[in-house]
Nanobody
Framework: QVQLVESGGGLVQAGGSLRLSCAAS????????MGWFRQAPGKEREFVAG????????LYADSVKGRFTISRDNVKNTGYLQMNGLKPEDTAVYYC??????????????????WGQGTQVTVSS
């Protein structure tokens, strides 16, 4: 069992930066792949970025490519999402998720076994 807790959300002006963290409990987190998803009001949850267990493979949604960077520190059992060049359309609740599969990175939310409670990111224009 893995529990995930996101932090780092907040209110930022367009063009600004935020770094989200996802702290995981459980010694097996280092073997899991991790993903970040987001959900804006009235919209479906969408994939943002993912990283495999070792950090050797990453995947990004086209909408954030070049602006966001996903990373992880398996010693600290923590994952990160560095968000630069934020836009108002990035406003959403951001969720981290863990996939027991580990080796691959997947876009579909059904692949992920554990979810955090979410952190709000609001980008003002």
């Amino acid at each position: 069992q893995v529990q995930l807790v996101e932090s780092g959300g907040g209110l930022v002006q367009a063009g600004g930066s935020l770094r989200l963290s996802c702290a995981a409990s459980g010694r097996t987190f280092s073997s899991y792949a991790m993903g970040w998803f987001r959900q804006a009001p009235g919209k479906e949850r969408e994939f943002v970025a993912g990283i495999n267990w070792s950090g050797s493979s990453t995947l990004y949604a086209d909408s954030v490519k070049g602006r966001f960077t996903i990373s992880r520190d398996n010693v600290k059992n923590t994952g990160y999402l560095q968000m630069n060049g934020l836009k108002p359309e990035d406003t959403a609740v951001y969720y981290c998720a863990a996939d027991r599969g580990g080796s691959g990175v997947y876009l579909t939310s059904r692949r992920y076994d554990y979810w955090g409670q979410g952190t709000q990111v609001t980008v003002s224009s």
